[in-house]
């Protein structure tokens, strides 16, 4: 049974920072391409960052230089470290793991971030 828990989202200022973190269970984490996607109120769902088994890291560039994605395969948990927030963050953040072919998303945490 595949099962993901995501946590870490919640209100936070301009110029903030938060911390997401996704645990997994019932994939193949160590095998298992990682990303993170977001979905703001009104437009399509996009995606943020990836990481790939090997550790190697691609970001949108609105978020580059801001957020860091990264993995630890023992706890089968992906992270997503975000600083200096911006309104335009504000979005239901949602992991996603590619394994054997098959994609499998986590349930969303809200981040809010104000003026």
């Known amino acids: 049974q595949v099962q993901f828990v995501e946590s870490g989202g919640g209100l936070v200022h301009a110029g903030g920072s938060l911390r997401l973190s996704c645990e997994t269970s019932?994939?193949?984490?160590?095998?298992?391409?990682m990303d993170w996607y977001r979905q703001a109120p009104g437009k399509q769902r996009e995606l943020v960052a990836v990481?790939?088994?090997?550790?190697?890291?691609t970001y949108i560039d609105a978020v580059k230089g801001r957020f860091t994605i990264s993995r630890d395969n023992e706890k089968k948990t992906l992270y997503l470290q975000m600083t200096n927030l911006k309104p335009d963050d504000t979005a239901v953040y949602y992991c996603?793991?590619?394994?054997?072919?098959?994609?499998?998303w986590g349930q969303g945490t809200q981040v809010t971030v104000s003026s």
């Open positions: 019932g994939i193949i984490f160590r095998s298992s391409r």
């Open positions: 990481i790939t088994t090997d550790g190697t890291t």
């Open positions: 996603k793991a590619f394994d054997l072919g098959v994609d499998y």
